[in-house]
């Protein structure tokens, strides 16, 4: 019998295509084991289970560096958006942004390749487990539990492959070593999705709606209806649903990948979806996060607190240095690698007004300089004028010229001790991201704090709701969980009177602000939107690095040229490695991607 070697901890595994030859777990400290032994015996059954759990990504490494292991380069989606800008051209985003990536790319640097080996290897476990659990001596209850769990996982592991690749091969049970591969084809968007939403169904059986804190990173109730929301959101979403640009698309025996008819319901469907999780977890006692009645705070310890009201499905990290180091401006011992954009930054509206400073009547002063220090220390006195007055998640979320930061004010400008200076680890944009970031983190004295990846979290779902029932009804249904979004963090009411195109932009820009630098939203909401040619084939730009040497050098306050990005029709799907493609006829590569090897 073939032995697979297993770790009774999470832990990193070796990554291999589900097609692969070999098949192995790392070894446990008591030796190797068999499927027989592991489901023979309680714990290493539910040891087995962490580790399906163990693929869940690391969503906070959105940089990779030639360091780090591969799990770390299959998130390059916020540095692929018109969020961020990496400062190190290592990262596989900076690729995706001038357009030089490729099927053929190859190695731990790779994300075409990596991703879809990563959550193949999750889909795998997930399947043993699946066939297997009913084998161990766990109670009933328990066993029934843990398959829901595992349904879940597979589900998700799923969507994180569909969401890239678009039509992807289910794999629903698992695959023989000796195995044809050659029985693998894509399956169709509508397949795929029923697939995902009968897995999250399943799980929902079993699941509880909550669980004890510390078993904070379990998936309940709420993670599988989470789930099916956004899978039923993307479902009804322009890209999926009727997309004639794919009409061509086709396996071989000239079955259709993307249904050319737009069906209008499935935006009811998914708006049934998320008002239900909706109900369901305000009913679990889940809540939008507050904390101290402060709207900086109540949206920046979202992310800190792990043990908040609002998160539906996360992952706890623990200390993760590598994430303060990459996100800390260097002045404080970090690589300053994560650089928010102009872009964004210009994006945040005004708090008193709600309007975009681009609106001569929202009060937005571009020059000058703050002769008072916000009374809540959001900013200090002397900050920029275009930087006061702003949407409170901007000062949650952004690290700006002159903001006070770990005890001293950042200094972003040139010859600053967090600026250009010829240094490799600089910020290419003026900004660092203070989201997720520990405010108490101390890289020098080794001085770290608790990480966790939220994955899905009530927030996200009332955006998804009122996208859906706008889209389906109008936006009478949808003021209400916007306005509640923007009243968490002291924002007005949006206006009265809007018409479902004038929601359709308010609620994009709600998602834009609410959800920046979170699990690649940005990046997937304007491939489903069909607008990726809006926010990647674009200029980008930041504050004059090149310059400055105060706070107050108005040489830096300057909107400067950081990138020009490419953009093309193939991008709005990955393509799948070219060397699956080779071993595998029935494996079509996606359009635009054809190269030479398989023509």
């Keep these: ?86 400062s190190w051209t290592e990262s596989y985003s900076n690729l995706m942004n001038n357009g030089s990536w490729s099927p053929n790319d190859r190695g731990t640097w790779s994300s075409v390749s990596n991703i879809w080996y990563w959550y193949y290897q999750g889909i795998r476990r997930a399947n043993q487990f699946i066939e297997n659990v009913d084998r161990s001596p766990a109670s009933v209850p328990e066993k029934e539990t843990w398959k829901a769990e595992a349904y879940f996982l597979r589900a998700f592991y799923h969507f994180m492959l569909f969401r890239v690749y678009g039509p992807i091969p289910i794999v629903n049970h698992t695959v023989a070593v000796d195995a044809e591969f050659q029985a693998f084809t894509r399956s169709s968007i509508d397949d795929i999705i029923q697939f995902i939403v009968e897995d999250c169904d399943r799980a ?115 200390y993760n240095d590598r994430f303060e180091e990459l996100v800390t401006p260097r002045g404080y011992g970090g690589w300053s690698g994560l650089g928010p954009t102009q872009n964004i ?141 923007r009243h968490r963090v002291g924002m007005p009411d949006l206006p009265t009177g809007l018409n479902q195109e004038q929601m359709r932009e308010k609620i994009r820009h709600e998602r834009r602000i609410e959800l920046a630098f979170e699990d690649g939203h940005r990046y997937f909401d304007t491939h489903r939107w069909k607008i990726a040619e809006q926010s990647e084939g674009i200029k980008i730009y930041g504050m004059n690095i090149s310059r400055g040497s105060s706070f107050t050098d108005n040489q830096f306050y300057v909107r400067t040229l950081v990138e020009k990005r490419v953009f093309e029709n193939k991008h709005y799907l990955f393509p799948i490695p070219q060397h699956e493609i080779n071993k595998n006829e029935n494996l079509k590569q996606a359009p635009g991607w054809i190269t030479e090897t398989n023509e």
Aim: hydrophobic content about 35%; charged content about 20%; overall charge negative.
């Design 1 to 86: 019998m073939k032995r697979i070697l297993f770790k009774l901890f999470l832990s990193t595994l070796i990554v291999l295509s589900f097609s692969s030859c070999e098949d192995y777990l790392e070894q446990t400290p008591d030796g190797e084991l068999t499927l027989d032994e592991v489901f023979a015996d309680r714990e290493y059954t539910r040891n087995f289970l962490y580790n399906v759990y163990s693929f869940c990504p690391d969503e906070l490494m959105m940089a990779w560096h030639s360091w780090m292991p591969l799990e770390f380069n299959i998130t390059p989606f916020i540095g692929a958006a018109d969020e961020m800008d990496y």
């Design 204 to 318: 929902t059986v079993a699941l509880e709606p909550t669980l004890d804190a510390n078993q904070l990173g379990r998936a309940t109730r709420l993670s599988a209806l989470a789930l099916k929301s956004r899978v039923l959101l993307y479902a009804a979403s322009d890209f999926y649903n009727g997309n004639t640009d794919y009409a061509d698309f086709k396996d071989k025996n000239g079955n259709l990948f993307f249904t050319q008819t737009r069906d209008h319901s499935k935006w009811a469907v998914a708006a049934q979806a998320a008002q239900k999780c909706i109900n369901e977890a305000l009913s679990a006692g889940k809540k939008l996060y507050t904390k101290n009645n402060d709207p900086v705070q109540s949206y920046q310890y979202l992310f800190l607190d792990a043990e908040n009201q609002e998160s539906l499905f996360q992952k706890m990290i623990g």
């Design 345 to 485: 930054i210009d994006d945040y509206e005004m708090q008193a007004t709600g309007k975009p400073i681009t609106d001569n009547t929202s009060g937005y002063i571009e020059t000058g300089y703050a002769t008072a220090a916000h009374p809540q220390g959001w900013y200090p006195n002397g900050t920029r004028n275009m930087y006061v007055g702003r949407d409170p998640r901007f000062y949650a979320s952004i690290l700006f010229n002159g903001q006070n930061w770990r005890g001293r004010r950042v200094e972003l400008f040139r010859t600053g001790k967090d600026g250009y200076a010829n240094a490799r680890d600089y910020s290419t944009t003026g900004y660092n991201l203070k989201k997720y970031a520990g405010p108490d983190v101390n890289i020098t004295q080794g001085i770290w704090a608790q990480k966790f990846c939220m994955y899905f979290r009530l927030g996200e779902i009332y955006l998804n709701y009122a996208e859906a029932i706008n889209e389906a009804e109008g936006p009478d249904k949808a003021y209400w969980y916007i306005n509640e979004i």
